[in-house]
């Protein structure tokens, strides 16, 4: 079983900053790809940036310049440094981790997310 327990979430005023973490736990033999995504209410949910365990990044264009996705090694936290937040910004962050359990297959796995929300 793996787990994934993100935290950083919270109300910030626009112009300002968060960060993100997302640590994975469990029986696990390697993660190919991490990544956040988000959902605001009433749209689908998006990728908003992703993580290789080389060390490749992607990033949604609505993100690129305010928001980097970084991590110490694969299976230590990854962090999504948010900043110059904008109220667009607002939605449900939820982490995903591309994972090679123990005795599993390989899968994804979701965290259960955590608020962001910008005020004007």
């Known amino acids: 079983q793996v787990q994934l327990v993100e935290s950083g979430g919270g109300l910030v005023q626009a112009g300002g900053s968060l960060r993100l973490s997302c640590a994975a736990s469990?029986?696990?033999?390697?993660?190919?790809?991490m990544a956040w995504h988000r959902q605001a209410p009433g749209k689908q949910r998006e990728l908003v940036a992703a993580?290789?365990?080389?060390?490749?990044?992607d990033y949604a264009d609505s993100v690129k310049g305010r928001f980097t996705i970084s991590k110490d090694n694969v299976k230590n936290p990854v962090y999504l440094q948010m900043n110059s937040l904008k109220p667009e910004d607002t939605a449900v962050y939820y982490c995903?981790?591309?994972?090679?359990?123990?005795?599993?297959?390989?899968?994804?796995?979701w965290g259960q997310g955590t608020q962001v929300t910008v005020s004007s």
């Open positions: 995903y981790a591309d994972v090679l359990a123990i005795g599993a297959a390989q899968r994804g796995y």
């Open positions: 469990g029986r696990i033999f390697s993660i190919n790809r």
């Open positions: 993580i290789t365990g080389d060390g490749s990044t």
